[in-house]
């Protein structure tokens, strides 16, 4: 407990420290900080590169997740330890921010805390530490900046874009058909891109899957896909030139707003309320016909007489359609969404080159397609495969491969992949640090010697002796002053990553740097852990 005595001499308690109390001061605060960090990196590691493993997560619910993604592999861990946390809230932010790297930030942040606990061994203290790793960060955003190439693409050359997709894709599942999925992110990216600009409204992309295909059946439909059919199964599948009428209003008589009692106590009274309901169906329906659309798309369900009003009157109808949905169709095809039917007019109609219902095998689900969309910025990619998990998983990396492209089109500057960005960088603060002078350069040093930890992790999770590969490219780096040589993860005979285009996104790469670094200086600056307990007696 933490004692202090006032001006007579009686002792009082600041902090008691007894019963259920947990306290650690110091040394053992920084030293448990650093023991919690390197688990949770370590659980990553093996997952890092185009030959890691994957990791299966079982939820209290028993839902099984098959994934090798970062981001999500911490969300569905279930993390108690404060710092641990932290580093779930670091692979977010990278996840947030770039959309892709999320293993590796988190990799470098464990590897970080590591050098930093034989530092503070050696009695370094940790406020020096952060000094120097703040120095050697620095250097290292600057270097990358420095060799980074930059690749020329345009709306009919893609190519690049592809090769950098594909590169993303390289450690998912998708991996046998990357090319087949990397062409189409690039073109999913591009539909809805401004490249005057340089912006792109990841929104109108929407994800959707169904497992039972197969996974090279994936595509890219140019309009959206409603997880809806007709309401009707006599209605006809296939509208070409689709006048659409988007209803976020019931197709129903109004109910009034307040409670009352309707008595009927006659045959007649109950003919006359069936004709009034009716009534108000048919001049529904005819307001929606008088306006030349040929498709109604309702947020909102309606009942068997309405449908049966609908098919009567040739206008095929879909119901149940999600609100975000209505919003993407009408961006789609150029429709406004009417709240009330008193507000239905021609002019508010959207349109379509071709509107039609597709099934699966033997199953009952059905899918609306509208394509041919005047607006043609709004695109699904439309996901296949054996089962849930791989749908689920293969959708994931779809969104990885988006993002790459994403930040391409932002800033197209481009590090080579494989280690390779880490091993020079590595070798240009080692340099650095023999110019810096006092205590720092410790830590400048210890920051190079975090950075092998990531061509270490891909050459051991790709069946290579990891210091031996790691010593063989910084050997050829220095020989040939050639940032682009990394770790031959896939074996194809060659070092060089230019060769192999494996290339990465300079600001994916600048972002794992910071963010890691910012972690890793927010856990070395916490010296005493107070944690609460229950009150002795309860």
Known sequence: MSLVFD???????????????????????HKSHILAARAIANVMKSSLGPKGMDKMMISPDGDVTV???????????DVENQIAKLLVQLSKSQDDEIGDGTTGVVVLAGALLEQAESLIDKG???TRISEGFELACKLAIDHLAKIA??????????????KTAMTSLGSKIVNRFHKQMAEISVNAVMSVADLARKDVNMELIKLDGREGGKLEETQLVRGIVVDKGMSHPQMPTTIKDAKICILSCQFEPPKPKTKGNLDINSVESYKKLAEMEQKYFVEMVQKVKATGANLVICQWGFDDEANHLLLANDLPAVRWVGGLELEKIAIATGGRIVPRFEEVSADKLGHAGLVR??????????????EECPNSHAVTVFVRGGNKMIVEEAKRSIHDALCVTRNLIRDNRIIYGGGSAEITCSLAISAAADKIQGVEQYAVRAFADALDAIPL???ENSGLSPIETLAQVKAAQSKDNNPNLGVDCNQRGTISMKDQFVFDPLISKQSQFLLANQVVKMILKIDDIIKQGKEQGQ
């Open 7 to 29: 001006e007579y001499g009686n002792p009082f308690i600041i902090i008691r420290e007894q019963g259920q109390k947990e306290r650690l001061k110091g040394i053992e605060a």
């Open 67 to 77: 994934t090798n993604d970062g981001a999500t592999i911490l969300d569905n861990m």
């Open 124 to 126: 370094i203290h940790p």
């Open 149 to 162: 190439d930059r690749i020329e693409f345009s709306a009919e050359n893609i190519d690049p874009l592809v």
């Open 357 to 370: 219902e597709i099934g699966f095998g033997t199953t009952k689900d059905r899918h609306l397609l509208i």
């Open 457 to 459: 992790a891909l050459a």
